[in-house]
C-alpha cells in the first residue's frame, strides 16, 4: 500500500490546456503539501493544506489551485499551462513529530 | 536567497569509506533539520533527522552533527554501500510545526565507487 499516491506519474499536454494532478494519503497525516522540482533541481514549496484549510500559499501564479476535498486528498490543478510549468511535481503529508512522507512525484511536460 | 544551502553538487566515495555530506542554512528560525534520500524517478525518502536541541543523531550507519552556532549539518554515512548512490537533500523547518513546510537544498549527489 503506497502511503502517498499521487497521479499521474508522467503528464505530457500542450500551452494553453487545464490540468489536474491528484493526490492521496493513506497516513492518517492532518496536513498536505504540494512542493515543485524545477530545472535547476530545487525543491520548493508551493501550499500547504492543514485539516483542509490553506495554510501555506507561496508566491505561485493563481493560475494553480490547490484543493482539498477531504484530508486525505490535495488535487493540483492548473489552467492555462505554460512551457514554464514544466517541472517535477510532488505531493507529500506530514503528521506530528515532522514525520514528513513524499509520493513519488509527476513529471509535468508543457510543449 | 537560499535559506538552506549544499554547495557540493556531487560527491564520489569509494565503497566502504565514510561520506560526508554538508549543509549551511542562515534562517536562525530554523528549529529541524532532516536528510532525504532520492533516486531518479523517485520521490524523497526520509532518513534521519535533528532537532536543534541536540548537536548529534545517529542510526546505523547514518549520524547527522549539528553546529547551530556555525549553521551548518552534516550528514555521515559509514561505511558507503553503492545502495547509498543517490541524491541527498538537506531540508529545515522552523517553529511553526508540520504545517510549515520544509525548505531543502539543492541537493548532493553521492556516488559510491566499487
Known amino acids: 500500500d503506497t502511503a502517498v499516491s499521487q497521479t499521474p506519474k508522467y503528464l505530457v499536454t500542450q500551452m494553453g490546456n487545464d490540468k489536474s494532478i491528484k493526490c492521496e494519503q493513506n497516513?492518517?497525516?492532518?496536513?498536505m503539501y504540494w512542493y515543485k522540482q524545477d530545472s535547476k533541481k530545487f525543491l520548493k514549496i508551493m501550499f500547504s493544506?492543514?485539516?483542509?484549510?490553506?495554510?501555506i500559499n507561496e508566491t505561485v501564479p493563481n493560475r494553480f489551485s490547490p484543493k482539498s476535498p477531504d484530508k486525505a486528498h490535495l488535487n493540483l490543478h492548473i489552467n492555462s499551462l505554460e512551457l514554464g510549468d514544466s517541472a517535477v511535481y510532488f505531493c507529500?503529508?506530514?503528521?506530528?513529530?515532522?514525520?514528513?512522507?513524499f509520493g513519488s512525484g509527476t513529471r509535468l511536460t508543457v510543449v | 536567497d537560499q535559506q538552506v544551502k549544499q554547495n557540493s553538487p556531487s560527491l564520489s566515495v569509494q565503497e566502504g569509506r565514510i561520506s560526508i555530506l554538508n549543509c549551511d542554512y542562515t534562517n536562525s528560525m530554523f528549529d529541524y533539520f532532516l536528510w532525504y534520500k532520492k533516486y531518479p524517478a523517485e520521490g524523497p525518502t526520509f532518513l534521519i533527522s535533528i532537532s536543534s536541541i541536540k548537536d548529534k543523531n545517529e542510526d546505523g550507519r547514518f549520524t547527522v552533527f549539528l553546529n547551530k552556532s556555525a549553521k551548518h549539518l552534516s550528514l555521515h554515512i559509514v561505511p558507503s554501500q553503492p545502495g547509498d548512490s543517490a541524491v541527498y537533500f538537506c531540508a529545515a523547518s522552523g517553529g511553526g510545526g508540520g504545517a510549515d513546510g520544509l525548505t531543502f537544498g539543492k541537493g548532493t549527489h553521492l556516488i559510491i565507487q566499487p
Open positions: 497516513l492518517g497525516h492532518d496536513t
Open positions: 493544506y492543514n485539516n483542509k484549510e490553506l495554510i
Open positions: 507529500a503529508s506530514s503528521g506530528s513529530n515532522y514525520g514528513y512522507t
